[in-house]
């Protein structure tokens, strides 16, 4: 995927062999970590067989959950873009039948048009 290489400069972004040392536990045969992205204290991380999200929960962050949502469970998406007061922008994403979508906040070192592009190359690729 050439345009991940692009997403490198991206202060957000963090790098494949990067996530592969620290989630190689997660993965599944032929599951290759392509990208992620720190958001805060938690990350978001596209493999070529879904999207697994690391939630960092507490003050003290030892209790972690991983959710795992494959590509084809998403139904739609969307996002918000950073607006003259508010410093965050926003990604939504509906998962199955599910009528309330799951919301994240990003900070300005993650660019939001670059999360859902690699989004969308997942679920409408």
């Known amino acids: ?9 991206n202060a957000g972004v963090v790098g ?7 989630y190689h536990q997660l993965l599944v045969d032929r599951e ?5 992205f720190n958001v805060f204290r938690d990350t978001f991380i596209f493999t070529n067989k879904r999207l697994i999200l690391v939630d960092v929960q507490g003050m003290t ?7 795992s949502i494959p590509y084809r469970e998403i139904t739609k998406f969307s996002i918000e873009t950073v607006g003259h007061f508010d410093s965050d922008a926003e990604l939504k994403i509906w998962i199955g039948s599910d ?3 799951l919301e994240k906040k990003f900070n300005q070192q ?3 048009y670059d999360l859902q592009k690699v989004l969308a190359t997942y679920i409408l690729g």
């Open 61 to 67: 962050g030892k209790k972690i959950e991983y959710l």
């Open 32 to 36: 290759v970590i392509e990208v992620g």
């Open 1 to 9: 995927m050439g345009f991940i290489s692009n997403l490198k400069g």
């Open 110 to 112: 993650v660019n939001i």
């Open 16 to 22: 494949a062999k990067e996530l592969q040392s620290e």
């Open 99 to 101: 009528p309330m979508p």
